[in-house]
């Protein structure tokens, strides 16, 4: 009598632990969940990217100070010297209002006109 008293009632909690075992993993299946997991990785995945970035930046920092010392891009200018920087390219000041066009000509039959 016991014997098949503790096979039912054993049986009985092994059918219910499995049901909500399928239940919790069927809600974790939804699409609203799936979009609320992939949201949070997105994110995560963003928080990643920017510390990497920072981080990337806070070096290039530190080497750039590092190379101009060693190079004396900081050392300090002697005042007899006649002394003018000269740049690659010199910018013209565009009027204000005048944005610039490039040519663009397209061939695709696809595109509103």
């Known amino acids: 009598m016991f014997r098949r008293t503790f096979w039912f009632t054993a049986g009985a909690a092994a059918g219910v632990w499995a049901t909500t075992k399928v239940n919790r993993k069927l809600k974790q299946l939804t699409p609203e969940s799936l979009a609320a997991q992939a949201a949070d990785k997105a994110i995560e995945t963003g928080h990643k990217l920017k510390d990497f970035a920072l981080d990337v930046r806070e070096g290039m920092v530190r080497r750039e100070s590092e190379l101009g010392g060693a190079l004396g891009l900081e050392a300090p200018v002697d005042p007899d010297l006649p002394v003018r920087r000269h740049f690659a ?5 565009a009027p204000a209002n005048t944005y610039r066009k490039l040519p663009y000509n397209s061939n695709n039959r696809n595109e509103d006109h």
């Open 89 to 93: 390219v010199e910018t013209a000041k």
